[in-house]
């Protein structure tokens, strides 16, 4: 994590995390917008999109059948803020049973208070085999 994170996002990203992992619902509640989006790739390569209704009905039911907590490994890679909104980046693993995910948190200030406006899950990618979303030049011009 940078330095230059501001200090605020960082602490309510871990909140974010214990709270969620450990499916304590009213608390959950208070940290996601009414208007949230959740949007998951899924193995077919749609997009599936959640409203926070759904999203809390999902870990309410895992809390429910008495799964154990998640883990809250995560890694900030990144925060960008333009005034009162937030996109933050991150590494995260819910589980050694789980595959590690790409999350993009977008954030919103709403009453001097952060929360989570939309998510986006992607797959991690596998890094060693990474060759990036260009493709590579095929000619060197000097201009």
């Known amino acids: 994590m940078s330095p230059s994170h501001n200090p ?5 990203i871990d909140v974010l995390a ?10 959950m509640e208070k940290l996601y ?10 193995p077919q390569g749609e997009v ?12 309410r039911s895992r809390r429910d059948a008495g799964e154990k ?3 809250t490994e995560k890694r900030i890679l990144h925060i960008e803020e333009q005034g009162d909104e937030a996109t ?6 819910m589980s050694d049973d789980a595959d590690p995910a790409l999350y993009e948190l977008r954030l919103r200030r709403t009453n001097g208070k952060w929360l989570v406006s939309g998510e986006t899950v ?15 030049r095929t000619e060197s011009k000097t201009r």
Do not use: C, N
């Not at 605020?8 to 309510?12: L, P, R, T």
């Not at 917008?33 to 899924?42: A, K, M, P, Q």
């Not at 599936?48 to 870990?59: G, H, L, T, V, W």
């Open 88 to 93: 933050a980046i991150l590494f995260r693993r």
């Open 48 to 59: 599936a999109r959640f409203s926070k209704p759904q999203m809390m009905d999902e870990f």
């Open 33 to 42: 917008t009414e208007d949230l989006g959740f949007l998951v790739l899924t």
């Open 8 to 12: 605020e996002i960082v602490a309510f």
């Open 18 to 27: 214990e709270t969620g992992s450990h499916y304590r619902m009213d608390e």
């Open 122 to 136: 992607l797959p991690w990618p596998d890094l060693a085999h990474a060759k990036g979303f260009l493709p590579r």
């Open 69 to 71: 907590p998640l883990s």
